[in-house]
């Protein structure tokens, strides 16, 4: 079965600076898709960005990017210049056969 | 607008009763799908299904039901039998019959709350 591991289960970053999210998986697929979600406190999963394995360049969505390591199975996202609404859960999610999520980082932004 | 609607937001169960948790979605997606969320537990799959009158078993099914009648509508009934239900529930679906690499979208939820 595939795991998907978020180590930091609380994360906090100061308005405006830049914040790195970590995702580890396990796998033995060769094709499979990975997903960022955030939720908000109003809980609603929202799509922050997406992966594709057999593509090497990073996805980007504006002030977020990932960095995908394949050989390393890890999928980190990147918040830039974070925003007081960029607080949130965030989940990682990995999709071979079948969704996984992670467990979640909660992300604190500071003013 | 587009998108997916749960039911209600907040609801109350008593010991021994089953309650149904509504999801209509009019995204036009083949695919829909019952999540289960607890604190510190991420997400877990109870049910989904591919296409109507069609629904598969996901790691957590135990205590649940589900049925789909109509494309845009696939219910959660929460059995007596879940010994554990207090929970917040999320309904999602995507686009195709299932396959990798299609984005699940949700709902905004419902917390089920046993007293």
């Known amino acids: 079965a595939q795991t998907v591991t978020q180590s930091q289960p609380e994360m906090s970053v100061q308005e405006a600076e830049t914040v790195t999210l970590s995702c580890t998986y396990d796998t033995s697929e060769s094709d499979y898709y990975l997903f960022w979600y955030k939720q908000p406190p109003s809980r609603q999963m929202i799509l922050v960005i997406r992966q594709e394995a057999y593509k090497q360049q990073n996805a980007t969505e504006n002030r977020f990017s990932v960095n995908f390591q394949k050989a390393a199975k890890s999928f980190s996202l990147k918040i830039s210049d974070s925003q007081l609404g960029d607080a949130a859960m965030y989940f990682c999610a990995f999709d071979g056969n079948q969704f996984y999520f992670g467990t979640g980082t909660s992300l604190t932004v500071i003013p | 607008d587009g998108g997916i609607t749960q039911s209600p937001k907040y609801l109350f169960r008593k010991e021994g009763q089953n309650v149904t948790l509504s999801c209509e979605q009019n995204?036009?997606?083949?695919?829909m799908y019952w999540y289960r969320q607890d604190p510190g537990q991420g997400l877990r799959l109870i049910y989904y299904s591919q296409i109507v009158n069609d629904f598969q078993k996901g790691d957590i099914a135990e205590g649940y039901s589900v049925s789909r009648e109509k494309k845009e509508s696939f219910p959660l009934t929460v059995t007596s039998a879940q010994k554990n239900p207090t929970a917040f529930y999320l309904c999602a679906s995507s686009i195709g019959v299932r396959e990798i690499g299609n984005t699940i979208y949700f709902g905004e939820g419902s917390w089920l709350t046993v007293v």
């Open positions: 995204l036009n997606h083949d695919a």
